[in-house]
């Protein structure tokens, strides 16, 4: 079984909360090895003051939903069901029935906007690396990391393009490890 992201809906304004409460759950429990990260999707907005200062304030880009990245075990699945302030996952029809994940390029865009990967840097990528650009222009081309740029979130891939190995610029979001 493969780690994938799932979004559980929440009481609306106790995403925080149930975040806590489930990352407490999973150490304690033990499933630290099912489930591993838990974010609350928000992004940055600005905001214009009465004043006509302008305050850069944190938004909750889908309130009353968290994101959990989890083997979908059926133990795994219990805990987060159970959870206090959990109501449920999106893309469950009920009776039983468990969710269907995000798509990968869902997920993508999501982190992307909040400045995160769903690989994990330190793990998956490196150079010399086998990778499948997933977005953008080159979408579905096989490739290998020629670069990394963690500071700006690019790497650079060598593609196979007209019978020659070219180097193309991608951010980390746009590819998958093969």
Request: hydrophobic share 40%.
């Amino acid at each position: 079984m493969e780690k994938l992201w799932y979004v559980v809906n929440t009481y609306s304004g106790h995403e925080n909360r149930v975040k806590e409460k489930l990352e407490m759950r999973a150490e304690s429990m033990g499933f630290q090895d099912c489930i591993f990260r838990i974010i609350v999707p928000e992004e940055t907005v600005k905001e214009t003051m009465k004043d006509g200062s302008v305050k850069e304030k944190q938004k909750k880009m889908f309130p009353g939903y968290i994101l959990v990245e989890m083997i979908m075990t059926d133990e795994a699945w219990y805990i987060v069901r159970n959870t206090p302030g959990v109501t449920g996952f999106i893309g469950s029809s009920g009776k039983g029935a468990k969710p269907t994940p995000l798509l990968p390029q869902e997920i993508d865009k999501i982190l992307a906007t909040m400045g995160m990967t769903r690989m994990d840097v330190d793990e998956d990528l490196a150079v010399g690396t086998k990778v499948t650009i997933v977005d953008g222009p080159f979408k579905g081309m096989l490739g290998e990391i020629n670069n990394l740029d963690l500071e700006n979130s690019t790497l650079t891939v060598l593609i196979d393009l007209f019978g020659q190995e070219t180097p193309v610029e991608v951010e980390l979001f746009q590819v998958s490890k093969v």
